[in-house]
């Protein structure tokens, strides 16, 4: 395995944790009570920008967890050679982050709409938060979800190999992903991409042999 391979999964799980987690702490769409005024301050033009820069971190921190499943992938294929579990974690991963980036373009798409018409689009403010709960489901429902379903399925099959108080993180955090829509149990995942990543990024991985 090389350093440089190890060293791109580690940034891919750490900038996937921070990136995903600025974009949503940053002034995302209007959630939980319904509010008519922090729809029409979502949708404004004043918010325009950073509502378009930070669906812009959260798609990059989506390209960070394809990083840290491809790496997966390679770590446990070179663990567990002809077996279908490395095909099948990285799989899930690659779900997981598309749907992440999904949900991001749902999240952008009513301050964009609303602004690049150059005019009112009257847009009733329910049907924009109804909007901006179908990219949260998308993203506490089925991104979270196949990337915990990804998680079990790492610790359970034991690839890609890993100590066993990470592998038992992983299983646990990997069971509170189902759990998303309960929202805080939705961050353990990415406090746990964050110890996966320093892991990684401690390790001291041979260079391949040329």
């Known amino acids: 395995m090389r350093r440089s391979d190890t060293i791109a999964g580690g940034l891919g799980a750490i900038g996937f944790a921070l ?3 600025v974009a949503q702490l940053g ?3 209007p959630g939980g009570n319904y509010a008519a005024s922090d729809i029409a301050a979502y949708i404004s033009h004043d918010h325009v920008v950073v509502a378009g820069a930070l669906a812009l971190c959260g798609i990059l921190g989506a390209g960070g967890l394809v990083l840290l499943g491809a790496h997966l992938r390679q770590r446990a294929e070179a663990d567990g ?3 279908v579990w ?3 974690i990285w799989g899930l991963t690659l ?6 980036a999904v949900s991001w373009g749902i999240f952008v798409s009513q301050p964009i709409g609303n602004n690049e018409a150059m005019t009112n689009l009257h847009v009733p403010p329910t049907i924009t938060y109804a909007i901006g709960i179908t990219g949260t489901e998308v993203l506490f429902e089925s991104a979270a979800t196949l990337l915990g379903l990804a998680l079990i399925v790492s610790a359970i099959a ?5 100590p066993g108080w990470l592998r038992w993180l992983t299983l646990a955090v990997g069971v509170l992903g189902l759990t998303s829509l309960a929202y805080f149990t939705y961050f353990p995942l990415l406090l746990w991409a964050i110890v996966l990543g320093i892991w990684l990024l401690s390790r001291r991985d041979q260079p391949a042999p040329s």
């Open 86 to 88: 490395p095909q099948t």
């Open 81 to 83: 050679a002809g077996s």
């Open 158 to 162: 034991g690839l890609p190999r890993l």
């Open 27 to 29: 002034g995302g769409p």
């Open 95 to 100: 779900g997981s982050a598309v749907c992440f």
């Open 19 to 21: 990136l995903t987690a």
